[in-house]
């Protein structure tokens, strides 16, 4: 599976940005795809992934800021970001796999990465 990531850019605090990861295959029963970011000096962690049958899944930061979408037809996740803060400043990853529920917010979890994408918030 390759990942195609893009629409990273710098915004003001309280703006919006929207990331697209265009997967070369559509999912399949029991996969999942997400979001992970890495901010300089600081883990990668997750962000929010979309699971097979329609599930979405939010780190507890971005909850009502962030949505994540999927456009089955074109194999394509969206992760909409709403609300900006100078803390969503990092490097955003897409990713897929066929991750368990306990592993869906871990890296681990994940076979597939896409070439990560830079979002820079100033405030």
């Known amino acids: 599976v390759q990942l195609q990531a893009s629409g990273g850019g710098s ?41 097979w049958n329609g599930y979405t899944y939010y780190r507890d ?20 970001m709403n609300s900006l803060e100078p803390e969503d400043t990092a490097v955003y990853y897409c990713a897929a796999g066929s991750p368990i529920l306990s592993s869906i917010r871990m890296s681990q979890g994940y076979n597939y990465w896409g070439q990560g994408t830079l979002v820079t918030v100033s405030s």
């Not at 003001?12 to 901010?39: D, E, I, N, T």
């Not at 009502?64 to 194999?75: E, H, L, V």
């Open 11 to 51: 915004v003001q605090a309280g703006g919006s940005l929207r990331l697209s990861c265009a997967a070369s295959q559509r999912m399949s029963s029991g996969s999942a795809m997400g979001w992970f970011r890495q901010a300089p000096g600081k883990e990668r962690e997750f962000v929010a992934a979309f699971r």
């Open 61 to 80: 930061s971005v909850k009502g800021r962030f949505t994540i979408s999927r456009d089955n037809a074109k194999s394509t996740v969206y992760l909409q």
